[in-house]
C-alpha cells in the first residue's frame, strides 16, 4: 500500500524553541493532508487540514500561529510547533489522503523540556 | 464529533474470532467505512474499508449492512498481537478525517 513517511520519530526540545514535523506522501500524491495529536490514552484529536497550495483550516482550540502548517507540495507537509512549551509535548500524526483513500505517518513523539 | 460510535473495550481469546461492531447510522452515500488499528505508540495501522459490499483482505473481514447504518469486523483468528486500539471511521475525501474513541481489543491466551 502506500506509503507516508513522518520525520523525526522523536525529538526533544527546550521550552520556548520551534521543531519542525515533516510528512512526506512517498510514492503518491496527496491531495489533503491531516495532523492529529494523541494525548496518552487518549484517541487522535484533529488538529488541522492542509489542502496543497492553499491555507490550512485549524479545529476549533487549535491556534494557529502556534502550530504552523505549510503543504507546499503534494507530497510535503509540515507542522512546525512554534514556542514549545511543556504542555505541547504529545505524539503528532499525520495522514495523507488521495481521494477516498488515507494513509497515516508512524507518528514523532515530542517531549518539551 | 466523530460519526461512528464503538463500545470502549473487547475480551477475546486467542485463536477465537474478534467481531467489533460500529454504528455509523448518519453515514453518506459517498462515504467509506475504514477500519484502522493502534498499537500503542504507532501510527494506526490500515486494515479494511468497504463501501457498501462485504470485503475480505489477509487480516480482516468487513461486513456492513445493508442500509449501512452499522458495520462489523471480523479478525477471524485472533491472536496476542491483535491486542491494539481499533478505529472505525467514515471518509469520503471530501470531509474530515475524525476518529472516535476506538474499541480497544484485548486478546488473551
Known amino acids: 500500500g502506500a506509503v507516508v513517511s513522518q520525520h523525526p520519530s522523536r525529538v526533544i526540545c527546550k521550552s520556548g524553541t520551534s521543531v519542525k514535523i515533516e510528512c512526506r506522501s512517498l510514492?503518491?500524491?496527496?491531495?489533503?493532508m491531516f495532523w492529529y495529536r494523541q494525548f496518552p490514552k487518549k484517541s487522535l484529536m484533529l488538529m488541522a487540514t492542509?489542502?496543497?497550495?492553499?491555507?490550512?483550516?485549524?479545529e476549533q482550540g487549535v491556534e494557529k500561529d502556534k502550530f504552523l502548517i505549510n503543504h507546499a507540495s503534494l507530497t510535503l507537509s509540515t507542522l512546525t510547533v512554534t514556542s514549545a512549551h511543556p504542555e505541547d509535548s504529545s505524539f503528532y500524526i499525520c495522514?495523507?489522503?488521495?481521494?477516498?483513500?488515507?494513509?497515516f505517518g508512524q507518528g514523532t513523539r515530542l517531549t518539551v523540556v | 464529533d466523530a460519526k461512528t460510535t464503538q463500545p470502549p473495550s473487547m475480551d477475546c481469546a486467542e485463536g477465537r474470532a474478534a467481531n467489533l461492531p460500529c454504528n455509523h447510522s448518519?453515514?453518506?452515500?459517498?462515504?467509506?467505512v475504514y477500519w484502522y488499528r493502534q498499537i500503542h505508540s504507532q501510527g494506526p495501522q490500515y486494515i479494511i474499508h468497504?463501501?457498501?459490499n462485504n470485503e475480505t483482505n489477509e487480516m480482516a473481514s468487513l461486513i456492513i449492512t445493508e442500509d449501512r447504518k452499522s458495520s462489523t469486523l471480523i479478525l477471524p483468528h485472533a491472536t496476542l498481537r491483535d491486542t491494539a486500539v481499533y478505529y472505525c471511521?467514515?471518509?469520503?475525501?471530501?470531509?474530515?478525517?475524525?476518529f472516535g474513541k476506538g474499541t480497544m481489543l484485548l486478546v488473551s491466551p
Open positions: 471511521i467514515v471518509y469520503s475525501g471530501y470531509s474530515t478525517l475524525t
Open positions: 495522514s495523507a489522503t488521495q481521494g477516498p483513500e488515507a494513509f
Open positions: 468497504g463501501l457498501k
Open positions: 510514492d503518491f500524491q496527496a491531495t489533503t
Open positions: 448518519t453515514i453518506s452515500g459517498n462515504e467509506y
Open positions: 492542509s489542502n496543497e497550495g492553499s491555507k490550512a483550516t485549524y
